[in-house]
Nanobody
Framework: QVQLVESGGGLVQAGGSLRLSCAASGIIFSINAMGWYRQAPGKQRELVAVITTGSSTNYADSVKGRFTISRDNAKNTVYLQMNSLKPEDSAVYYC?????????????????WGQGTQVTVSS
């Protein structure tokens, strides 16, 4: 069974930086896409950044130029470097992954979420 474990959230002042990590564990033979979403209180979950198999990246307009997504294939880990943080970046950040795995010995795609990590940016 695939598990996603996030780390790196916390409290930071506006203008500061944080780095989030998400490690996928279990039987994994391919990573199709990994990314980060966030959800602020009273708002819908939204895409922050995603990186695909070919290292193609996509960012929300609100974070372009400030956030950078990267991955370490050997560690099945995706990172989100967040710079120039703003109070409006405060949210629970969730890792999402689509990876090739085995279920009952049958190749399948896992499509799931991490538990979330809180990011709070004070003004």
């Amino acid at each position: 069974q695939v598990q996603l474990v996030e780390s790196g959230g916390g409290l930071v002042q506006a203008g500061g930086s944080l780095r989030l990590s998400c490690a996928a564990s279990g039987i994994i033979f391919s990573i199709n896409a990994m990314g980060w979403y966030r959800q602020a209180p009273g708002k819908q979950r939204e895409l922050v950044a995603v990186i695909t198999t070919g290292s193609s990246t996509n960012y929300a307009d609100s974070v372009k130029g400030r956030f950078t997504i990267s991955r370490d294939n050997a560690k099945n880990t995706v990172y989100l470097q967040m710079n120039s943080l703003k109070p409006e970046d405060s949210a629970v950040y969730y890792c999402h992954a689509r990876v090739g795995t085995l279920a009952g010995g049958i190749p399948t795609e896992y499509n799931g979420w991490g538990q979330g990590t809180q990011v709070t940016v004070s003004s």
